[in-house]
């Protein structure tokens, strides 16, 4: 009778640990503000490249997640290591941060590029980004990221020109849709995403040239390093599954006309 007690305590035990397991619900840390990656709408919901991805992931591998949804890249990555994230997304992948946290295989790729408008001052369009880049003076971009980095390494190689400073990518937009800079500089992803789906692309001609000797940024989801589960693993299987069943090209299609 005894045994008996002791064989139904471990049953309960063990059951009632793989019923916690499956109810684990994990928290996805996002921005709120970042088209066409994530986007927080006026209901609350958030959606975007990245969120619809990682919501695509987590129907694939049974997954329960929710939207931690933050202003600032600034300090995201080190909730992982507090515990109060489960996964960050929208992280371009760097040694340094492949040092401290764990990323998944990579879910997008971007080489830079520019933004520039066709209008009564320019007619033509240029033939690439070389001609653009040899004959256009003010650069816009978003201040205090990498962004603005890039866009200062351009003007630094370039020898001459104004770097005008912008709040967001779209802000920077702004500033090639009224005329004030003559591009803006930004991932090539963003970009099109601006010049062909964006409500802005129905006021104005714009047009993306790719910078073809620009490092190619590649973007990863983010968790702790060393965990102690399979999380990881169910992210990389996810990826694989919504690339093969055409999840992903749609995606692509939706937020960057691809």
């Not at 789906?197 to 006021?203: D, E, G, M, V």
């Amino acid at each position: 009778m005894l045994i008996k007690k002791i064989a139904l305590c471990l049953f309960t035990a063990l059951f009632s640990q793989i019923i916690h397991a499956d109810d684990k619900v994990y928290t996805v840390g996002i921005l709120g503000n970042y088209l066409p990656f994530s986007i927080k709408d006026g209901k609350g919901s958030v959606t975007g490249f990245n969120a619809d991805l990682i919501n695509a992931i987590a129907e694939k591998e049974d997954l329960k997640i929710r939207f931690a949804v933050t202003k600032t890249f600034k300090g995201m990555l080190e909730t992982l290591d507090t515990g109060e994230k489960d996964i960050v997304v929208g992280f371009i992948i760097t040694p340094e941060r492949a040092e401290n946290y764990a990323f998944s295989n990579p879910y997008l790729d971007s080489r830079w590029g520019l933004l520039l408008k066709v209008d009564h001052k320019n007619p033509t369009k240029y033939i690439d980004y070389n001609q653009a880049i040899s004959s256009i003076h003010q650069l816009s971009s978003q201040v205090g990221g990498t962004g603005e980095q890039h866009t200062r390494a351009v003007l630094e190689e370039k020898g001459e020109g104004t770097f005008l400073p912008a709040d967001t990518q779209y802000l920077a937009i702004q500033k090639v849709a009224t005329g004030e800079a003559d591009v803006a500089y930004l991932l090539a992803k963003e970009l099109h995403y601006y010049a062909k789906i964006h409500p802005i692309s129905q006021k104005h001609e714009f047009y993306v040239l790719e910078n073809p000797n620009s490092h190619k940024e590649v973007f990863g989801f983010a968790v702790k390093k060393n965990r102690d589960d399979d999380l990881l693993a169910k992210l990389n299987e996810g990826l694989e599954k919504v690339k093969a069943d055409g999840t992903y090209h749609t995606l692509l299609k939706k937020w960057f006309g691809e």
